[in-house]
């Protein structure tokens, strides 16, 4: 299954896509008596999924989709997670080592923009090379901590791309410098569409791409991951408890870097694509009030 958040008619709202519609789960609740979330957050913190799947077969789709705007699916995760050179072509594009377990950090809520939006980059005096990364990202469904890594599989909602920012020349200076060169606003988004675990059958088979003005700029396969996601799973359970909707981005086969006026893409085939424009921000003298 298909979700989204979609913007119709004024309203947003949760929604399962099927090939070129969107079928509202407004739509099914009405349809099967039902009473399913129509938020997506609050849908995968409900665990009804199996049941939104059998109630919701053989309903037909009513909104095509070029009649809605794709939405981020929510922008509220209780944490997002993001791994640091877990391909080797992305170690060896910055000249990095890759480190022996996985080298995480966190991306604020601030990070986040809504896909199909904008990028923008910082004022030139903060930062002047900044890459994209196209990823892969888990979604998780269940609360769970000190999961092994062969049931990592069993606590997580889905699948989703996402697009990574990263200040370079700042990251430069100084390793210790990372979670600031990771966390300007809009240096971070998902979506929009999840893709239910049910519907991976292999995960190590997925191609993630990131893709610069219409050219693919790289690609890698899962199974090149220095660290598996279901690995990942394990390894950041044993720090924390994780709650349905979190995210854990898996990292990027390698970064393009982006100017004003470029084009960005994260693809994982089988999952979905997420595009972004880029523009640059500038420095607006702070006021009271």
Known sequence: MKLCTFEHAGACAAGIVIEDRILPLSSVNRKRGANFPTEMLALIESGQIEALQRLAAD??????????????????????????????????????????????FMKPRSCFFEPGGAVELPPEELTREVDAEGELALVFGKRCRDVPIERAADVLFGYTTALDMTALDILAKNTRYLQRAKSFDTFFTFGPVIVTADEIDDVASLEVATVHNGE?????????????????????????????????????????RIQPGDTVEARVAGVGRLRASVSRRKKVPWTAG
């Open 216 to 256: 693919e700029f790289s690609k890698d396969s899962v199974r090149n991951m220095r660290h598996s996601p279901a690995k990942l799973v394990a390894f950041h359970s044993e720090v924390m408890t994780f709650e349905p909707g979190d995210i854990l981005s898996t990292g990027c086969p390698k970064g393009a």
């Open 59 to 104: 309903i037909e789709a009513e909104i095509p989709i070029a009649e809605v705007r794709l939405r981020i699916p929510y922008n509220n995760p209780g944490k997002a997670w993001c791994i640091g050179l877990n391909y080797r072509s992305h170690a060896e594009d910055l000249n990095e080592k890759q480190p022996d377990e996985p080298g995480s």
